[in-house]
């Protein structure tokens, strides 16, 4: 599985929460974060942010 995660250097330009149909991401006014239980990993944020600074993480692999 995956997960993004958005970097300390967000410069906070809302694009993100604005665009995710999922209302996934969140923000406290000054930092941004996203709710990985309700991403779906569409992609839309990542396109609209004007510095890449949400990165998509390999979760590490779980044995059962
Ligand atoms: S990948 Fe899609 S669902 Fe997930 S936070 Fe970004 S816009 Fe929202
Ligand atoms: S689009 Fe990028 S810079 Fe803008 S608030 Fe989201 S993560 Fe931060």
């Known amino acids: ?3 993004l ?3 300390s250097v967000c410069i906070a330009c809302d694009n993100c929460r604005a ?3 999922e ?3 969140i923000t406290n006014g000054k930092e941004y974060y996203i709710e990985n239980w309700s ?3 569409c992609g839309l944020c990542q396109e609209v942010c ?3 600074c949400i990165k998509t993480v390999n979760d590490p692999i ?3």
Request: charge should be positive.
């Open 5 to 7: 995660e958005i970097t």
């Open 1 to 3: 599985m995956k997960h």
């Open 39 to 41: 991403c779906t990993l």
């Open 62 to 64: 779980q044995f059962k």
């Open 19 to 21: 665009v995710c149909p």
């Open 50 to 52: 004007p510095i890449d």
């Open 23 to 25: 209302k996934a991401v």
